[in-house]
């Protein structure tokens, strides 16, 4: 039985979020709103900056709006709940998710990076291919009860996208940064995901890892003040805190997890030695309290590595791969959007 499964979903943005509430639902009634986050969470019901956010979304991304709706009504759960959780990084920094990224650009680009989220949720995720009436198609890893974009993720254009959490502190009200994220799917390279985050009003924060099919690799770190852009130009490593010079001293929570995978990561891919065998790098898991590869029942950020995934740019296609281990052969191959 594998640890992912492969759906695919199509309609209008209702329907595309109901079926993928239909696809979480089980999950998140087991798991999830029995969860010390989920009770975290929904103590911002009815609060004044859950509604400002709410109101820009509708007025500012109706798609995606109508999205959560049909996720909600998928969930069988209400459109405020589902809402908070999917704002859960903006109103919460100890939202469990993490994960970590290794970037290169040479002998061709390559992003390769672990999705590291609830460990209740292991086994009960999924890879969805989602073809809208209207939009941008595209394969996105996907949560229960989350909609896609802010894991990883490729669209018809060939932009692909791997987020690595930030645990910013002392947010205000704007665009949640999973919206921002789903948004992004439908950009066709990295200079238009620029533009989206710059022209909206942030709340939360995050790193995105963007590879285009112009060749070209970047990390961008944003938060509610700014964006940053990072063009990569040799091997790169970032976990769960903000690295960029613009940003790195906003006030942000660097967990011990995330500091320490920090430091191994960059010790490895800038090692004089390095091959560039990121899967190797991802599935490190030697260090007894804060390993990259995580999937030890204490770990100290309550997260586990749910996945892997292997973007290969290259031969006028990107080749990319899913895995349950770096170490283990591919549980999914994929040439753009097609399964192989």
């Not at 939202?95 to 949720?121: I, K, M, W």
Request: charged share 20%; with cysteine.
């Amino acid at each position: 039985m594998t640890s992912l499964k492969y759906f695919e979903i199509s309609g209008s943005p209702y329907e595309l979020g109901q079926q993928l509430g239909a696809f979480g639902a089980e999950a998140v009634h087991r798991h999830l709103i029995h969860t010390t986050a989920w009770a975290e969470l929904m103590l911002w019901r009815k609060h004044p900056a859950v509604a400002q956010m709410q109101t820009w979304v509708r007025e500012q991304f109706p798609d995606i709006w109508h999205e959560l709706r049909g996720l909600a009504d998928g969930l069988s759960l209400p459109f405020e709940d589902v809402f908070i959780w999917n704002a859960r990084g903006d109103l919460w920094a100890q939202a469990p998710d993490g994960c970590s990224s290794v970037l290169q650009v040479d002998p061709y680009p390559r992003v390769t990076h672990n999705e590291d989220g609830d460990p209740g949720f292991y086994g009960h995720c999924g890879i969805v291919h989602a073809r809208p009436d209207q939009g941008v198609a595209f394969i996105s890893f996907v949560y229960p009860g989350s909609i896609p974009g802010h894991t990883f993720a490729i669209n018809e254009h060939q932009l692909s996208i791997t987020v690595n959490n930030i645990r910013a502190l002392f947010v205000q009200p704007g665009i949640p940064r999973m919206v921002l994220c789903r948004a992004a799917l439908n950009c066709p390279d990295h200079g238009a995901l620029v533009d989206l985050l710059t022209s909206h009003p942030r709340s939360g924060a995050f790193n995105l890892n963007v590879t285009d099919r112009h060749l070209l690799v970047h990390s961008v770190e944003f938060n509610d003040a700014d964006v940053s852009l990072h063009r990569v130009q040799s091997p790169y490593f970032h976990a769960n805190h903000a690295i960029h010079p613009a940003l790195r001293d906003y006030p942000q929570r660097i967990t011990g997890s995330s500091g320490y995978r920090q430091l191994q990561g960059r010790a490895r891919v800038e090692h004089p030695n390095f091959d560039g065998d990121a899967l190797s790098v991802l599935g490190d898991d030697q260090h007894e309290r804060f390993p990259i590869f995580r999937r030890q029942e204490d770990d100290t950020d309550n997260e586990n590595t749910i996945a892997t995934a292997d973007f290969h740019y290259h031969q006028q296609a990107v080749q990319w791969a899913v895995y349950d281990q770096p170490s283990q052969p591919a549980l999914m191959r994929f040439s753009d959007l097609k399964r192989l």
